[in-house]
């Protein structure tokens, strides 16, 4: 399975962004779809995921309110709706994958990867 995630971009604080991750094959019923950041010098933090069959979702409560992640079928691919950027949004944005509960926020028990996509918030 290949994840590609794109839409990162320099954002003013306030601002809005959008993220993608298209899935390379559909996602099963009890595959859970998620983003994970990185910051400079910074580990990899949990931010937000859903479950591709009943929609759960899970976010980190410091995005709780302001991000949003969605599911779109059509294109096997999860968004993740970003407002109200703060600087300390400033991150590389992962999507990853694993099959199970989103509610998991350690790195290490999501087994598929994407390449990241930079999201830089200024003030």
């Known amino acids: 399975v290949q994840l590609q995630a794109s839409g990162g971009g320099l954002v003013q604080a306030g601002g809005s962004l959008r993220l993608s991750c298209v899935s390379s094959?559909?996602?099963?019923?009890?595959?859970?779809l998620g983003w994970f950041r990185q910051a400079p010098g910074n580990e990899y933090e949990f931010v937000a995921a859903?479950?591709?069959?009943?929609?759960?979702?899970y976010y980190a409560d410091f995005v709780k309110g302001r991000f949003t992640i969605s599911k779109e079928s059509a294109e096997n691919a999860v968004h993740l709706q970003m407002n109200s950027l703060k600087l300390d949004d400033t991150a590389r944005y992962y999507c990853a994958r694993r099959v199970g509960s989103p509610r998991v926020t350690r790195r290490a028990d999501w087994n598929n990867w994407g390449q990241g996509t930079l999201v830089t918030v200024s003030s």
């Open positions: 094959t559909r996602p099963f019923s009890s595959t859970a």
């Open positions: 859903i479950n591709w069959g009943d929609l759960r979702t």
